[in-house]
């Protein structure tokens, strides 16, 4: 079946632009995760979204940072006001509720701000 | 808090046995996961432990001893293919949860020579 989907696959925008990520996780999963890599690093955690559970957002660097999920389903993860160190690739991740959860990584969004 | 540690890089030679490292220091342990990332790819899932113990699938093989907090990541016959960064992760819930987020660690660096 099809994996988790993400769009766009970069982004290029200006420093001071807001900007959108979406993520389309796989198909019932009911858990889906947001992470950023920095070149060379390694996955920190943003936002974590299990069912109608309320969202863990204890990872959110600042209130620049907001994530949804909609419908159980998609998410949107939207940076306001973007600064020149929000540039990495933003990785979302899902994972089901059965069996081991191990999580499927989507492709990334490579954010640059300039 | 949650602090997971593993080298930053190793090397080897094709046809070698490479065993990575990991130790972890966590609350609520819910499993230890290992994921293997080529550079500009999404980490992708290679082994789960939740009990002690040996797990093996092919080439690679996974242990785990949850009183030390320590699990290895086993390579044999190591191709040039397996040159990748790989990734320790635990899962802690909190409050009960059988779910939880994971916790990465910074990723080894593997090289393999010819």
């Known amino acids: 079946g099809a994996g988790v989907s993400q769009s766009p696959s970069n982004k290029v925008t200006e420093k001071g632009k807001d900007v959108e990520l979406r993520c389309d996780p796989i198909?019932?999963?009911?858990?889906l995760y947001w992470y950023r890599q920095s070149l060379g690093q390694g996955l920190e955690f943003l936002i974590y979204?299990?069912?109608?559970?309320?969202?863990?957002k204890s990872g959110l660097p600042s209130d620049r940072f907001s994530a949804e999920r909609t419908g159980g389903s998609v998410s949107t993860l939207t940076i306001q006001r973007t600064q020149q160190e929000d540039s990495a690739v933003y990785l979302c991740?899902?994972?089901?509720?059965?069996?081991?959860?191990?999580?499927?990584f989507g492709p990334g969004t490579r954010l640059t701000v300039t | 808090g949650q602090n997971i540690d593993q080298p930053t890089e190793m090397t080897a030679t094709e046809g070698a046995i490479v065993q990575i490292n990991c130790t972890y220091q966590?609350?609520?342990?819910?499993?230890l996961f290992w994921y293997q990332q080529h550079a500009g790819e999404a980490p992708t899932f290679l082994s789960y432990?939740?009990?002690?113990g040996l797990e093996e699938k092919g080439r690679f093989s996974s242990f785990l001893s949850r009183s030390k907090g320590y699990s290895y990541l086993l390579l044999k016959e190591l191709q040039m293919k397996d040159s990748a960064s790989y990734l320790c992760?635990?899962?802690?819930?909190?409050?009960?949860?059988?779910?939880?987020?994971?916790?990465f660690g910074r990723g080894t660096q593997l090289t393999v020579w010819p």
């Open positions: 992760a635990v899962r802690a819930g909190e409050g009960g949860s059988t779910l939880g987020r994971l916790y």
């Open positions: 979204f299990q069912g109608n559970s309320a969202p863990d």
């Open positions: 966590t609350s609520g342990f819910n499993g």
């Open positions: 432990n939740v009990l002690d």
């Open positions: 991740a899902s994972s089901g509720d059965r069996g081991r959860y191990e999580q499927y």
């Open positions: 198909s019932g999963h009911t858990a």
